[in-house]
T-cell receptor
């Protein structure tokens, strides 16, 4: 069965600093990986996804993630964060031929002025 | 285009009561999902459906039931509500399993 672990529950960072949100997954079959963002009192929206091809994936709002099969990781990065990036970020994995999309526990990104 | 609509947005239940959370999407999506979100736990998949007439269990199905009689609707039924079911529930839909999920605004349920 697939699972997702987000290694940090909270990440505080100053505005304009770089940030990395870590995600590790486990699955015995091919995986498809996603990052979603949730702003306060809203549903989730897609940041980026990896299905195949280039392991470096670029998403919206300047975010990017790198798929590393040997380390079973899919870390999210942004070179310079803004106050508006303050939100909760979720890594998710879709594996095999089922319809299941499994989410990690979430990481709260707190951008400080 | 309304997207994914969930009702009600808020509800308080007494232990042992039953209720149905409604979810409707107008995007002709095949895949629909119900998740619950608890602080520090992320989103847990309750049930999902890959098309009308087809449903399957997710990670935490106990205490819930679903049906999918039409493409548009995917109601979630809580039987005999328990305090452990206090949570925020999200419905989501997708055209296919590898495409973006579109989420509703959530339904906050409290069981006292």
């Amino acid at each position: 069965a697939q699972s997702v672990t987000q290694l940090d529950s909270q990440v505080p960072v100053f505005e304009e600093a770089p940030v990395e949100l870590r995600c590790n997954y486990s699955s015995s079959v091919s995986v498809y990986l996603f990052w979603y963002v949730q702003y306060p009192n809203q549903g989730l929206q897609l940041l980026l996804k990896y299905l195949s091809g280039s392991t470096l994936v670029k998403g919206i709002n300047g975010f990017e993630a790198e798929f590393n099969k040997s380390q079973t990781s899919f870390h999210l990065r942004k070179p310079s964060v803004h106050i508006s990036d303050t939100a909760e970020y979720f890594c998710a994995v879709h594996s095999g031929n089922t319809g299941k999309l499994i989410f990690g526990q979430g990481t709260t990104l707190q951008v400080k002025p | 285009n309304a997207g994914v609509t969930q009702t009600p947005k808020f509800r308080i239940l007494k232990i042992g009561q039953s209720m149905t959370l409604q979810c409707t999407q107008d995007m002709n999506h095949n895949y629909m999902y119900w998740y619950r979100q608890d602080p520090g736990m992320g989103l847990k998949l309750i049930y999902y459906s890959v098309g009308a007439g087809i449903t399957d269990k997710g990670e935490v199905p106990n205490g819930y039931n679903v049906s999918r009689s039409t493409t548009e609707d995917f109601p979630l039924r809580l039987e005999l509500a328990a305090p452990s079911q206090t949570s925020v529930y999200f419905c989501a839909s997708s055209y296919s399993r590898l495409l973006e999920l579109f989420f509703g605004e959530g339904s906050r349920l409290t069981v006292l």
